[in-house]
């Protein structure tokens, strides 16, 4: 039987089917549409998985947080207002009669790095994902920590400044506001006057363009360095793991945030 792995992104919607050994053997992806319903969305998934020929065992689902993860709830992701208080546990499971359980998606990253991947020889790993949102996830001998409101390790609404406005569901000077995809295009749009996306803002650092190369440097690389430093000091891991689009596709980021964070 194999097990379905959901990831609820906030641009992008994923499912991946695992065989017994966690060997991925088929995969789908759609865009998170702002145009449509949750439930629309979902069930573009949902379809797709009914579409396959094999017997399943079980599903479990990642998704930025805050989430109430005992009641299988969504409750306020600052990326993806639609989402908020939805019951995708109880959803999932009214149509596909199928074990399904919730847990942060950074959570489940780094729950995957430290069985199978860079964290494996370590027993404290924190793992943090630089994408769309900032997120964070902390593993220690083999276990997720949760923490009593399925928060800990959560690290969107860490304060790493005073200068940022708030938001809907984020501090004001919030890592995520200054560091993530989403933050950073809204600080480009102030800086630049019209909308630049974090793609275009590394385009135009690659150009030579100094505002991009100065909103990059002072706004992600410093920034991420706060936090490293600020999760060193409570937690004390072996090892960061860092993943996400940003980290993936800019790779030279991440010594100079190391560097930084001492």
């Known amino acids: ?23 991925l053997i088929d995969s789908f992806k ?6 449509l319903s949750v439930q629309d969305n979902l069930n573009k998934l949902i379809n797709y998985l009914q579409s396959q020929d094999y017997e399943y065992r079980s599903i479990g689902v990642g998704c930025p947080g805050p989430l109430n993860i005992r009641a299988g709830k969504i409750l306020t992701p600052p990326n993806m207002p639609k989402w908020w208080g939805f019951d995708i546990v109880e959803y999932i499971e009214n149509i596909t009669n199928l074990k399904t359980t919730l847990n942060n998606d950074a959570n489940l990253a780094g729950l995957a790095e430290a069985k199978l991947g860079a964290g494996r020889l370590y027993k404290a790993v924190y793992y943090l994902t630089m994408s769309t949102g900032i997120g964070g996830g902390y593993i220690r001998e083999g276990e997720i920590v949760n923490g009593s409101n399925s928060a800990a390790g959560e690290i969107y609404n ?24 989403s933050g950073v295009t809204r600080i ?6 019209k909308t630049v996306d974090c793609k275009e803002l590394f385009d135009l650092r690659d150009s030579g363009d100094p505002e991009a190369a100065e909103i ?9 360095a706060k936090c490293l430093a600020n999760i060193s000091a409570v937690c004390d891991p072996d090892i960061f793991v860092i993943g996400g689009s940003i980290a993936i596709y800019h790779p030279e980021l991440l010594q100079d945030i190391a560097q930084k964070s001492r």
Do not use: H
């Open 1 to 23: 039987m194999k097990s379905i792995g959901i990831d609820i992104g906030g641009t992008q919607l994923r499912v991946g089917i695992f065989d017994e050994d966690f060997k």
């Open 30 to 35: 759609t865009k998170n549409d702002d145009q």
């Open 158 to 181: 860490m304060i790493i400044n005073d200068k940022s406005p708030a938001r809907a569901g984020v501090n004001p000077g919030a890592v995520n506001e200054q560091c993530s995809g």
């Open 188 to 193: 480009a749009q102030n800086i630049y006057d």
């Open 216 to 224: 990059i440097d002072t706004y992600i690389v410093d920034g991420m």
